[in-house]
């Protein structure tokens, strides 16, 4: 009752200071695409140096404002959001013209005050580490090197151990003219050599926040130039209290502006570590299967050859410590060097082989492009409790829709009434991931024998979706032994995880595509050598009476689920 009513002082103090006749509010909307209990930060752009941000019950939420890096006359507001699986909530933001002069004038906002750094310039023979600069959260202490204004340490505070890490931007030269040897292009990765850096100084902002501390880094070709070629943001979170945050604790964002390159240069990122890695690189080929990838010599382009798909995690590691990369989309990564990884951000090639000429396989690409990774580091137990998590976190955030722009306030006085029922959430095991949720746009026979013999006679079917029937898949995130706890199957009532939606009926499983009943599914056998005298056993269980299903480890399961 005392937190409510420090709440609603609060509430009404900032309602006072907001004139209703002049300040304007803007509404929105965030939705959580994932099947989890969510908590993470959204961020706006926005125009006023000021705002205050309420939920649907008018009760304030936590935010932080600073300016831009982008442009000097926007904000950006990152605003603290908890949602529930497959929920939206709706927010109001309410602008001020004027900036706070006090910090509790505009609680629970925070403003975040740009730090500058003199710009430094980079050669292998001027002396670093002696002023060192923490940045840190409740999980990590990053050190800045205010002799390079580049990362010189990460500190994992629940182990307690420090890895000297550095990144920097670099660039492969590759070859345009068929005549003079290998080419690259949309197919083919040739390097002339090793990745050459790309910048000679660089300058640095740092933002500190009560919720969230921005570094800003610039990379200059040159000592004296005006303008910058790459950029990296580095955001450490901290976690408000009263609320679980671990897998936004865990996370460093980075953000990175590459781009316009010259042509025939592909950029990349490389981090080094003192990480003892013999030059091994784990990867997740598909999305869905982590594989170990030692250095391998070769005859021709070694280097090349040691480059692999990245499609949303890649970690390297020693006997303790484990630093694990999550990407939002695809990319080629590699080991070149011991505690080294390297990944590819931005291609921009040319050739004169007449075959990519005809068919655009040149990638002459003159764009900017801005990626964005998820670094964790920690001991190999926690970072394989989180990473598959984080994975999805990423490449599933919360969806902001902005229902209007900046507007004449509504009156405060006036009093708003919630006529929505509310839904139930959709929530899984921390090990489950909701990977499909739809209608199937097909209405055809759910027995695919039936099926095909309609389409042999010419038989025209219903060509409208049936919405009475959902299609689901749930997958399980990890591998037998990966975690003692999340490892081991998960058993989940269906007609309870889909209660928000309507009353189950029935439910068929069906095969990974959805085209066949897999109770009528016969597989190929196949002959295989070896030893036979133990015969394998299927683990796999049917759904129950009761829509009891168990998903295995790394087992993908699909539904046709029929509603009332």
């Avoid at 927010?91 to 900036?99: F, L």
């Avoid at 090349?304 to 303790?320: G, W």
């Avoid at 040149?362 to 970072?383: E, F």
Wanted: charged share 25%; with cysteine.
């Amino acid at each position: 009752l005392e937190s409510e009513l420090v709440s609603l002082i609060f509430t009404f103090l900032l309602f006072l200071r907001t004139d209703s006749s002049q300040a304007p509010e803007q509404h929105i909307i965030v939705y959580n695409p994932l099947a989890w209990n969510t908590t993470t930060f959204i961020n706006i752009t926005v125009t006023y140096p000021m705002a205050s941000v309420y939920d649907e019950d008018g009760k304030p939420v936590s935010a932080q404002i600073q300016t831009s890096p982008e442009s000097i006359s926007t904000y950006d507001l990152y605003i603290h959001v908890t949602l529930s699986g497959l929920q939206y909530k709706k927010y109001v933001i309410k602008y001020a013209t004027t900036p706070c002069i006090k910090e509790s004038e505009c609680w629970p906002t925070y403003t975040g005050k740009v730090v500058k750094f003199d710009r430094q310039r980079i050669n292998g023979s001027k002396k670093t580490g002696r002023r060192l600069l923490p940045v840190m959260n409740e999980c990590y202490r990053l050190m800045i090197d205010q002799d390079t204004n580049l990362l010189h340490s990460i500190t994992d505070r629940e182990t307690q151990r420090t890895v000297k890490m550095t990144q920097q931007f670099g660039e492969y030269y590759v070859n345009g003219d068929v005549h003079q040897g290998p080419i690259s292009d949309n197919y083919i990765f040739t390097a002339n050599g090793s990745a050459i850096p790309v910048f000679k100084a660089v300058g640095m902002e740092i933002v500190p926040g009560k919720l969230m501390t921005e570094i800003r880094q610039y990379f200059y070709s040159e000592e004296n130039d005006t303008d910058f070629k790459y950029v990296m943001y580095t955001r450490l979170y901290r976690v408000p209290e009263q609320h679980k945050g671990e897998l936004l604790c865990h996370r460093i964002e980075q953000n990175y502006r590459i781009g316009p390159l010259e042509v025939n240069r592909e950029a990349i990122l490389r981090t080094v570590t003192d990480l003892r890695t013999d030059k091994t690189i784990f990867t997740d080929n598909n999305g869905f299967q982590i594989l170990k990838r030692p250095y391998k010599m070769f005859v021709n382009n070694t280097l090349a050859r040691n480059y692999y798909p990245m499609v949303r995690t890649a970690y390297i590691e020693d006997d303790s410590t484990r630093l694990v990369l999550l990407s939002e989309r695809s990319h080629g990564v590699s080991s070149q060097d011991q505690g080294q990884v390297e990944v590819m951000l931005h291609r921009r090639l040319w050739n004169n082989q007449e075959w990519n000429l005809g068919y655009n396989l040149t990638l002459n690409d003159s764009s900017v492009v801005q990626p964005v990774l998820w670094m964790m580091l920690g001991s190999k137990s926690t970072t394989s409790r989180l990473y598959p998590r984080a994975g999805l976190a990423l490449e599933h955030r919360p969806v902001v829709m902005l229902i209007d722009s900046p507007k004449k306030a509504w009156d405060v006085r006036e009093p708003r009434r919630h006529y929505a029922v509310p839904v139930d959430p959709v929530l899984l095991p921390a090990n489950l991931h909701l990977l499909s949720l739809n209608v199937p746009g097909w209405r055809y026979s759910s027995n695919h024998t039936k099926h095909l013999e309609h389409i042999l006679k010419g038989k025209a079917g219903n060509v409208d979706p049936d919405f009475g029937r959902v299609m689901l898949r749930i997958l399980h995130l990890y591998e037998v032994g990966e975690d003692p706890v999340l490892s081991q199957p998960a058993t989940i009532d269906l007609k309870e995880v889909l209660r928000s939606l309507g009353t189950v009926r029935t439910v068929e499983e069906r095969s990974l595509t959805g085209t066949w009943d897999l109770s009528e599914l016969r597989r190929w056998k196949w002959r295989t050598s070896g030893n036979n005298s133990q015969e394998w056993t299927n683990p796999y269980t049917r759904v129950t009476e009761d829509f009891n299903v168990t998903i295995l480890p790394k087992e993908i399961r699909t539904f046709f689920v029929l509603f009332k």
